[in-house]
Nanobody, 130 residues
Framework: QVELVESGGGLVQAGGSLRLSCVAS?????????????MGWFRQAPGNEREFVAA????????YYVDSVKGRFTISRDNAKNTVYLQMISLKPEDTAVYYC??????????????????WGQGTAVTVSS
């Protein structure tokens, strides 16, 4: 079982930047264990369904993004620190949401699908004012 804790959310003006972090841990967790997971970021705005934002392969070598954040968001991971990041620049009011970190299998078949991810954090809120 992996536990995920997000941080870095907050209130920012449109055009601003934030970096979200997600640290993974668990009773028998190790840096090797973390490196076997595909990691993802999802978000949920009030009244909306939770949606895919970005994902990164177990090695960090492959990344996936929803079209609306391409060129503005960057997902990365540091397997030595059991941490995945989401760097967000040029933020827009429509980016306002609770952002969730999620862990999925090493060889994720559908890394953009919520159903691929079995472990979730509690979320961190991002508010972008206009």
């Amino acid at each position: 079982q992996v536990e995920l804790v997000e941080s870095g959310g907050g209130l920012v003006q449109a055009g601003g930047s934030l970096r979200l972090s997600c640290v993974a841990s668990g009773r028998t967790f190790s840096t090797y264990t973390f490196s076997t997971y595909t990691m993802g970021w999802f978000r949920q705005a009030p009244g909306n369904e939770r949606e895919f934002v970005a994902a990164v392969s177990w090695s960090g070598g492959i990344t996936y993004y929803v079209d609306s954040v391409k060129g503005r968001f960057t997902i990365s991971r540091d397997n030595a620190k059991n941490t995945v990041y989401l760097q967000m620049i040029s933020l827009k009011p429509e980016d306002t949401a609770v952002y969730y970190c999620a862990a999925g299998p090493r060889w994720a078949v559908a890394p953009r699908a919520l159903s691929e991810f079995g472990s979730w954090g509690q979320g961190t809120a991002v508010t972008v004012s206009s």
